[in-house]
């Protein structure tokens, strides 16, 4: 079982950044697709970006691309998601999760029922 950490959340104004991180211990997911999530007070968990096992391919929710970049850093076995122009819209718990199946092609939008581990969740909240 991967056991995923989020860190870098925090309160930003809108039009600012910030930068998540994503830790992995335990089984290595260098061969498992991974993805950030997030969800918002009273509102259902979402799709923000995922990238493939090989980091060659990512995929972005139409609300976040152009603003958002997901990366991955494999020796590390981290995941990061860097946010620019944060919006008020952006406010959430974000979630990094890894793909349930190593080596499968995840395309845009990934169901979160195929992601079989997932982090404690890091707090992001941009004032207006």
């Known amino acids: 079982q991967v056991q995923l950490v989020e860190s870098g959340g925090g309160l930003v104004q809108a039009g600012g950044s910030l930068r998540l991180s994503c830790a992995a211990s335990g089984r290595t997911f260098s061969n498992n697709a991974m993805g950030w999530f997030r969800q918002a007070p009273g509102k259902e968990r979402e799709f923000v970006a995922a990238?493939?096992?090989?980091?060659?391919?990512?995929y972005y929710a139409t609300s976040v691309k152009g603003r958002f970049t997901i990366s991955r850093d494999i020796p590390r076995n981290t995941v990061l998601l860097q946010m620019n122009m944060l919006k008020p819209e952006d406010t959430a718990v974000y979630y990094c999760?890894?793909?349930?199946?190593?080596?499968?092609?995840?395309?845009?939008?990934?169901?979160?029922?195929?992601?079989?581990?997932w982090g404690q969740g890091t707090q992001v909240t941009v004032s207006s």
């Open positions: 990238i493939s096992w090989t980091g060659g391919s990512t």
């Open positions: 999760a890894a793909h349930r199946q190593p080596r499968t092609v995840v395309g845009p939008y990934p169901p979160a029922a195929n992601f079989g581990s």
